[in-house]
């Protein structure tokens, strides 16, 4: 679903919500997956409109505050804490302007 000219897209399983802000400057996204699961949600990353190899990652959950997580590949197998907002923000320099 993409609502507006917003440049928001989101996704939604029985495992969870996905949403993902285009920045437009830069043509890349930010994602946020949530899991409001009680156990943790095994997930793979496959972003396959994206050039971006590597994310940095960011946990909000019920011990960690927007806890950053380092670099994660793009296309590998993650669990997503219970009950969690994770943030995958564009790694390298995909955000910093000329």
């Not at 285009?22 to 095994?42: C, P, R």
């Amino acid at each position: 679903m993409v609502i507006g000219n917003l440049g928001l897209s989101m996704w939604r399983n029985d495992e969870g919500t996905v949403l993902g802000f285009h920045h437009a400057d830069h043509d890349t996204k930010t994602y946020v997956l949530i899991n409001t699961k009680i156990e943790e949600v095994a997930v793979r990353l496959n972003f396959e409109e994206d050039l971006v190899e590597d994310y940095e990652m960011y946990v909000s959950s019920v011990n960690l505050d927007c806890a950053s997580q380092g670099a994660i590949a793009s296309d590998r197998l993650y669990l997503l804490p219970a009950r969690s907002i994770v943030t995958l923000l564009p790694g390298g320099s995909q955000l910093v302007r000329d």
